[in-house]
């Protein structure tokens, strides 16, 4: 079955970095498109980032362009997001996604909390 395991949340300052990653297993990762989403306590879910199944193109939320990189390790299954210059309206959980046959698959999601 698919799984998506999220790593690397955790507490920062702001102007801080962290690496997420997802490790995938259960489908054929180098095929799949991957997602970084996350959501705020009181808000909907929103998407952060994509990447497609060879990393030739990415796409990012207007909130995060020039802060955020999203990539992947096709040999490796995992999908990574580098998020740099963090700030307080970062924090969230944040959730690695694939969609294989009209399905969207989350992973347990990660949490990132950007405070002094």
């Known amino acids: 079955q698919v799984q998506l395991v999220e790593s690397g949340g955790g507490l920062v300052q702001p102007g801080g970095s962290l690496r997420l990653s997802c490790a995938a297993s259960g489908f054929t990762f180098s095929s799949n498109a991957m997602s970084w989403y996350r959501q705020a306590p009181g808000k909907e879910r929103e998407s952060v980032a994509l990447?497609?199944?060879?990393?030739?193109?990415?796409n990012y939320a207007d909130s995060v362009k020039g802060r955020f990189t999203i990539s992947r390790d096709n040999a490796k299954n995992t999908v990574y997001l580098q998020m740099n210059s963090l700030k307080p309206e970062d924090t969230a959980v944040y959730y690695c996604?694939?969609?294989?046959?009209?399905?969207?698959?989350w992973g347990q999601g990660t949490q990132v909390t950007v405070s002094s």
């Open positions: 990447i497609t199944s060879t990393g030739g193109y990415t």
């Open positions: 996604n694939t969609r294989t046959r009209g399905v969207h698959y």
